[in-house]
């Protein structure tokens, strides 16, 4: 005859009749695994101590008390002599509550992606419109938690396309942005644990990263991004990196999942080697940063004024590159400069965009982009542009192609 | 200003409240401010003669040293943010209909793009499960109004704009084509195949752009639509609603979701729902067959039959004796696995039976949703597949609770996929009858989507679809009719895009809402109703709300609110004659012109009679010719759950788009990506290499003759000499 005895604590069971559906919710009581082995084998169980449980036979009108084990393992390999059970033993089942609530996405992605997304960490940098609308996906998505971080203050700009912020003076004076942010995302989902740390973006240590499952930087040079980009590599866990701008009608994503390049060697790639059908917005985005590096700009901080010298930039960079200015149309990147504030609709698209690729990095679902996303409101496409893979001989062109870049941007 | 060989271009660095005052609105209602932009040819003076309605513009070349000016249009050089300010989007009114997936994030975003006078329709209240996307409403707000929770949470963000809320149906006929009239673009964010036609119908009457979408899980859609200009919303087929043949449902189902129609639509409607509906479940029992019509109904409960009598003789009735008596055809079994008849006693125990349930647990009575058998039985987990015995567990609970707990209910119960005790009977009964069949059982969270027809939904889908409708109504705002695309957000990259733009179509010229092409009917006119008429075509088909049917000048049929006793009478005496012998008889060659009020839409439908219809291909017993639908398969040989909350039409299951939110859109990417074809992706310039010359003088230059469109090389820009600008060459260049 069959027996089996089971030991363990609170919430780790799941049994089956049938190879891979649970009977039991994990997050079910000693005593409710014992009501659920009766209901499905007909056997009566008893109790033994806190946490055992052990079986009784009555066939032939005798109470036996067969062998039960102390270990899991073990109980393992007895169980399955009765039938097959599958057990659980990290993450919990969703609770009642996040079925409810999950219930149209479940049947998007699935119950374990739901479970992945729910224990996945998220740092974010940056809280501009983009950012925002970003946050507000990921936390209705259920995430387990948020963390921001940007210390500026409210400004005009900021209220413009950042609907997690009110309008109302007396309710953010004195308040950074992430903190204005966090208040809002938090009424979002309650699931969801949004908090804001406070520090220096550039100091923060390797190991601050660690706790985090998925790295998001926006608004900082790029020089800020490749070395958080860099930390982020180094730790022994995966974690997943992103970049994320908009300017006026154009918007870029950059993915690092640490399988392929760095930021540093995906922004530097030879323009040379690249497809003439590349989107012009990564050229157009290198020449801006390179134009914001060199003359020491916050990002975004532009004017109409700076247009001749960008495009004089643009010039000798595509000199440099040994490539033809058509590269790089000037009417593009006119549009970059003039307009550097956030278009709404287009930071709905690409918080849209990052949402979706964040989910399907933690949930492992689905073909995450590698490794830029760009989206253009004149031609209305969103592009991916695989730039690892223009680049063969990468690694020394690159470091050739950022002196190059380096050594315009000097001059 | 930039200058670089002789060419001077001006940039408005943003449009300012005060640099805005000083431009006509006429400017703005140049394509997509495809604006300014400078030299050579013309005189400012001339220019000005030719535009007068550049004066502002002179002004700033009159600073110029350059003695001659031409003019052409850049693509969207301006910045986009900077339209926030613009007056064709603060002075714009937009109506948008739906505040659920969609029109949450396209609340908040068109907001955020400065429009400032919005009007948004819904007539749905909040649930939980509406919370994980539709950001706007809180847990607190279960129960309320959609459109008013929507447009007080907008107002917290944005106090100083104006949002008016309707909380009503769009169908309601308030909403007529005066009331369209008002908005400068409708903005459709729906859910259903009706209503969608419905506003399509109204736009076209009142002149009003429509842009129009759709999402289902990472698949979105955004189209635009205007009279004249493109296509129509009903110029294209639409995915119909499934339906499935009689017999396949009653006697040979293959798939789970025949089980789930059954268990749905004929036994929880036998059980539950209205008695006096006609049913094709087979009600004889064993004991009455070969007796008189009058047959005893096995589904009435008798009297002094406790409730576990009842339930065992009902699983016995449907899952076992009703096997049976198909087996006994054994012609049906020949090409097809045999089905197992299943009794109770087989499955579980007198003594389990007694104990099955703890009543207590199953919710209390005063609350009929929140009754339910699961938490009776200790179940927990709706995603786990539960065993044949567990399914009958749950199947004699829910009939119990059913009669123990809402009792008065009984007799006019529809299946609601948001009444759990409803969802819990249907997966039971369709999991035992899939037993019996050999399909493969399904867990309650699967049959509930199945059965409820419940699209599957995410936030980002909508946020970014709500992204894409914005720019489209900008574009409509602004006139620009050349940048006008329809966008589909895909879930697998396609020709390296995610976000695929591609032309309008075209008007279809034989489209009947549209272009008043008639449509043909096949019938038989000696003995089809009208009634069969108007519920098979003039509702189901053509999705009219209140229809008039007319024979040349006499009235056939109308409804309406100011008809009076006799015309009543006389359209309802109507409606039991067959199409021959009604006072105005209608036979092949009749053209009977059927019109909706409300929408402002009629339609002449060409009558042939014909009096063979194949009964599981067409069972409506009517063909419909010229009418814009996908043809349904006759055999199910897809796996999409079918549509449908319980639309009882008796002959064959016919189910209705409900649809919790956002809608079925489905694309067949190859035909968007195929070349040649009339939606050509605009694409085909990115391929072509070399670029001509960058430098815009120098193109103009070279193109000095009457060019009217230059590749500039920026390949998604085109330059026009304003001076040759208007309408009609700008219709010219449109869409081919």
């Not at chain 1, 809002?184 to 550039?202: C, D, I, R």
């Not at chain 1, 490749?226 to 866990?237: F, G, W």
């Not at chain 2, 396209?106 to 819904?122: C, P, R, V, Y």
């Not at chain 2, 909403?175 to 419905?198: E, I, P, T, W």
């Amino acid at each position: 005859k069959p027996s089996f005895g089971l030991y363990g604590t609170r919430k780790t069971f799941l049994f089956s009749s049938d190879s891979s559906k649970p009977i039991l919710p994990c997050s079910s009581t000693l005593s409710e695994v014992g009501a659920g082995l009766q209901r499905e084998f007909g056997f009566p169980v008893v109790w033994f101590g806190r946490c055992v449980i052990q079986v009784q036979f009555t066939d032939s009108g005798i109470s036996r008390v067969l062998g039960f084990s102390s270990l899991l393992l073990n109980c393992l390999l007895i169980v399955n002599l009765v039938t097959r059970v599958r057990l659980e033993m990290e993450g919990e089942q969703l609770t009642e509550q996040e079925t409810a609530l999950y219930d149209r996405q479940i049947r998007v992605w699935g119950a374990d992606a739901q479970r992945r997304l729910s224990k996945s960490h998220i740092f974010v940098y940056g809280m501009k419109g983009t950012v925002a609308e970003f946050c507000k996906n990921i936390v209705l998505a259920g995430v387990g938690s948020v963390t921001l971080m940007d210390d500026r203050a409210v400004t005009n700009e900021a209220l413009a396309s950042n609907f997690l912020i009110p309008p109302e003076e007396k309710v953010y004076s004195g308040k950074t942005l992430a903190e204005l942010c966090c208040d809002s995302l938090k009424e979002f989902n309650p699931m969801v644990h949004v908090s804001v740390e406070k520090a220096e973006l550039v100091t923060l240590g390797q190991q601050f990263f660690e706790k985090f499952d998925v790295v998001v930087i926006s608004s900082c040079p790029p020089a800020t991004k490749i070395l958080i980009n860099e930390k982020c590599r180094k730790l022994s866990k995966r974690v997943a990196f992103y970049t994320v701008e908009c300017r006026d009608s154009c918007g870029e994503i950059f993915v690092d999942l640490q399988n392929y390049k760095y930021m540093k060697e995906a922004t530097s790639a030879p323009w040379g080697r690249l497809q003439r059908r590349t989107s012009k917005l990564y050229f157009a985005m290198r020449v801006i940063e390179s134009f914001e590096e060199a003359n020491g700009r916050n990002p975004g901080v532009f004017s109409v004024e700076d247009v001749p010298a960008v495009l004089q930039l643009k010039r000798k960079l595509c000199e440099a590159q040994s490539v033809s200015e058509s590269f790089v149309p000037d009417t593009l990147l006119e549009r970059l400069v003039i307009g550097s504030i956030e278009f709404p609709p287009v930071c709905a698209i690409i918080g849209g965009i990052l949402g979706q690729e964040v989910i399907k990095a933690i949930s492992g679902k689905g073909d995450p982009v590698k490794n830029f996303f760009y989206f253009d409101v004149v031609d209305g496409k969103g592009v991916i542009e695989d730039i690892s893979s223009r680049a063969p001989e990468a690694d020394s062109a690159s470091s050739k192609s950022a002196n190059i870049i380096t050594q315009v941007v000097l001059e | 200003r930039t200058g670089a060989n002789n060419s001077h271009r001006l940039f408005c660095s943003s449009l300012s409240p005060e640099f805005d005052s000083s431009i006509p609105l006429s400017l703005f209602h140049l394509p997509f401010l495809r604006l300014l932009f400078c030299l050579q040819t013309t005189s400012v003076n001339q220019l000005e003669q030719t535009c007068n309605f550049f004066p502002p513009l002179s002004l700033s070349f009159s600073t110029s040293s350059t003695p001659s000016v031409t003019l052409f249009r850049v693509s969207t050089p301006f910045p986009m943010a900077s339209l926030q300010q613009s007056p064709a989007i603060k002075g714009a009114k937009v109506l948008m209909v739906g505040a659920g997936g969609i029109g949450c994030e396209l609340l908040k975003t068109l907001a955020l793009s400065g429009f400032e006078d919005i009007h948004i329709i819904d007539m749905d209240t909040i649930e939980v499960s509406n919370l994980n996307r539709q950001f706007l409403f809180r847990q607190k707000h279960v129960g309320q109004s959609k459109a008013k929770v929507a447009r007080d949470a907008v107002l917290r963000f944005r106090p100083h704009i104006s949002i008016s809320s309707y909380h009503a149906n769009v169908k309601d006929s308030n909403f007529n084509v005066d009331f369209f009239k008002q908005f400068n673009v409708v903005l459709n964010g729906l859910d259903n195949l009706d209503a969608r036609r419905h506003v399509n119908r109204l736009c076209l009457a009142a002149e009003v752009p429509l842009v129009e979408s759709g999402t289902t899980g990472f698949l979105g859609q955004v189209s635009v639509h205007v009279k004249g200009r493109t296509d129509c919303y009903e110029c294209n087929p639409k995915p119909s609603p499934k339906t499935y043949p009689v017999c396949t449902i009653t006697s040979t189902p293959s798939k789970f979701v025949h089980c789930i129609v059954w268990a749905k639509e004929l036994l929880f409607a036998k059980l539950f729902g209205d008695k006096n509906q006609d049913n094709d479940l087979n009600v004889r029992s064993s004991d009455s067959t070969g007796s008189s019509e009058q047959a005893e109904d096995v589904f009435e409960r008798k009297a002094n039959e406790s409730i576990e009598q009842y339930g065992r003789r009902i699983y016995d009735h449907v899952f076992g004796y009703n096997i049976e008596q198909a087996l006994s055809n054994e012609e049906t079994w020949k090409s097809r696995n045999k089905p197992r008849p299943i009794y109770s006693r087989d499955v579980i125990s007198a003594e389990l039976m007694q104990q099955n349930g703890n009543s207590d647990k199953a919710g209390s009575a005063g609350d009929p949703l929140s009754v339910s058998a699961m938490a009776s039985l200790g179940l927990k987990n709706p995603q786990d597949l539960w065993s044949l015995k567990d399914n009958s567990r749950v199947f004699f609970e829910a009939l119990k609770l059913f009669f123990g707990k809402r009792e008065k209910e009984i007799g006019s119960l529809c299946f609601d996929k948001d009444d759990p005790l409803a969802v819990e009977f249907v997966t039971a009964a369709a999991n035992i009858r899939a037993a019996s069949f050999g399909i493969p059982l399904h867990s309650l969270f699967e049959a509930k989507g199945i059965a409820g027809n419940i699209v599957h939904a995410v936030a980002t889908t909508n946020a970014i679809v709500a992204g894409l409708i914005v720019i489209e109504a900008i574009k409509v705002l602004q006139k620009d009719f050349d940048s006008y695309r329809m966008s589909y957000c895909l879930e697998h990259v396609t020709q390296k895009m995610l976000i695929m733009p591609v032309q309008p179509f075209e008007p279809n010229k034989s489209c009947c809402v549209c272009s008043e092409t008639p449509l043909t009917l096949e019938i038989d006119t000696n003995h089809s109703k009208l009634r069969d008429f108007v519920e098979k075509i003039v509702k189901a088909k053509l999705s009219m709300t209140s229809p008039l049917i007319m024979h040349g000048s006499s009235l056939l049929y109308e409804v309406g609110d100011d008809l009076d006793d006799a015309m009543i009478a006389n359209y309802s005496a109507n409606l039991e004659k067959v199409l021959s012998s009604l006072p105005s008889p209608v036979t092949s060659g009749t053209m009977l012109t059927v019109e909706d009020l409300q929408q402002e839409f009629t339609c002449n439908i060409n009558i042939k009679h014909r009096e063979e219809f194949d009964e599981e291909n067409e069972p409506d017993g009517m063909v419909l010719h010229g009418w814009t639908q996908v043809p349904t398969k006759p055999k199910d040989d897809d796996d999409k759950p079918p549509t449908g909350n319980g639309d009882s039409s008796k002959t064959s299951q016919t189910e209705t788009v409900e649809a919790e939110a956002e809608v079925v859109v489905k694309i067949n990417i190859e035909e968007i990506g195929a070349s040649g074809n009339k939606r050509k992706a605009p694409d085909s310039r990115d391929i072509s290499t070399d670029p001509p010359s960058n430098d815009v003088n120098e193109a103009t230059a070279a193109n000095h003759k009457k060019v009217h469109k230059i590749d500039d090389g920026d390949d998604e820009e085109e330059l026009v000499m304003l001076d040759h600008w208007d309408i009609d060459t700008n219709k010219k260049q449109k869409l081919r």
